[in-house]
């Protein structure tokens, strides 16, 4: 058996399964969540400083009994870095998910095929490029940049017999390579 073809179409729930196999080992899963929070942190705090400061102020204190609320505006000001952060933070899973259901690998079947050289289908991996494949129940995953990953749902294969195979074939020809 020289090299090995498999046809499939990706769906959401996929790309899914990949992000769940991988989310609890990144390394610099941590790190994100600290960059994060220091950015909150750079942009609650200064907004706060200036809006207890700036109410404490004889200046706003006169303003704010002759205009009202409308004294407030500068506050708002102060406050739109924030609200605009917490807003996109918000909205990236709903976007991630309408750019997700768009994006061309989920519109077209996917073919790919193994052999020697590599893994091959719209982009192309060499053995020697490859830094895991990994198997779940339900896929089988070959890695070969940090965030490059081939997705091949076993629903592909006519039988789960075939899908081991190939996982099979392709820890084999990477084995081989290394």
């Keep these: 058996m020289e090299g090995m073809e ?3 179409q990706l769906k959401i729930a996929d790309v899914k399964t990949l992000e769940k196999h991988f989310s609890m080992r990144r390394e610099n899963r941590t ?3 600290f960059i994060v929070l220091l950015v909150c942190l750079a942009l609650v705090i200064p907004t ?5 400061s700036y109410t404490r102020t004889p200046q706003f204190q006169t303003n704010f009994a002759a205009r009202g609320v409308q004294v407030f505006s500068p506050l708002l000001f102060a406050a739109f870095p924030l609200v605009t952060f917490i807003g996109l933070w918000l909205l990236a899973p709903v976007l991630g998910k309408h750019f997700l259901k768009k994006s061309p690998l989920l519109q077209q079947p996917i073919t790919l095929r193994v052999d020697k050289s ?3 289908g719209q982009f192309s991996a060499l053995w020697p490029q490859v830094q895991a494949i990994e198997e779940t129940l339900t896929h089988i995953f070959v890695v070969f940049e940090p965030n490059q990953t081939f997705i091949i749902p076993k629903r592909a294969f006519a039988s789960a017999f075939e899908a ?3 996982a099979a074939k392709c820890r084999g ?3 081989n390579a290394k």
């Excluded at 706060?48 to 207890?52: E, N, Q």
């Design 173 to 175: 020809l990477w084995a």
């Design 118 to 120: 590599g893994i091959h």
């Design 6 to 8: 498999v046809t499939y």
């Design 48 to 52: 706060a400083i200036f809006f207890l």
């Design 164 to 166: 081991t195979q190939f």
């Design 31 to 33: 790190r994100q969540r």
